[in-house]
């Protein structure tokens, strides 16, 4: 009995923690979608003024090359949520049973291997300094040609990887309480 209750419970969180996983994906998938939009309309620009106009500004460049990696970025976290982002060994994610939730936690330790430094240098620099982590760093720093702060461009690397974090924890608690995952048609 105690064993069922423990499972129901583990149940319970992995759904609301993927529903929570699920509703951040979609909307990093219109932030990805408006950022891709943002990107071909200033290097759009950029074109129309350099060649009918012959004045163009000097901002459309880097508005395109921050947004490219808003996109690329977001993008990713939701390559990640769906499983289309690139694998070495796609058939080990259709294992089940013991291997499977072995191989799940092999794959998540791996993730976290990778995304845990890149969090957590966002945040802090050397000796947990957060006034030397990168965002801060960054907020000191203003675009060349535009008059914002960089940590506007540079807060998409750690908010992506935080979303992976999310979907990685939504992935493992799904896997681990023998849940499916929610099939590739969810994802619009």
């Not at 069922?4 to 219109?30: C, M, P, Y």
Request: net charge positive; charged share 15%.
């Amino acid at each position: 009995m105690e064993e069922s209750h423990r499972t129901v419970i583990l149940r319970k969180l992995a759904t609301f923690i993927d529903g929570v996983s699920e509703q951040l994906n979609r909307l990093a998938l219109w932030g990805a979608v408006l950022a891709v939009i943002v990107m071909l309309g200033a290097a759009g620009w950029q074109v129309i003024a350099r060649y009918a106009l012959a004045q163009p500004p000097v901002w459309t460049e880097e508005l395109a090359r921050f947004s490219m990696v808003w996109a690329g970025l977001l993008g990713a976290s939701c390559a990640f949520r769906w499983k289309s982002d690139p694998s070495l060994f796609a058939d080990m994610q259709k294992k089940t049973g013991t291997l499977g939730k072995l191989l799940l936690l092999l794959r998540s330790f791996g993730t976290l291997v990778f995304i845990a430094p890149i969090i957590w240098y966002s945040i802090f620099g050397i000796n947990m300094n957060p006034a030397r982590g990168y965002i801060a760093r960054l907020a000191g720093r203003n675009a060349e040609t535009m008059d914002l702060p960089m940590a506007l461009f540079g807060i998409a690397i750690p908010l992506a990887f935080t979303l992976i974090l999310l979907h990685l924890i939504a992935a493992l608690l799904m896997g681990l309480s023998d849940q499916s995952d929610p099939p590739p048609s969810s994802q619009g």
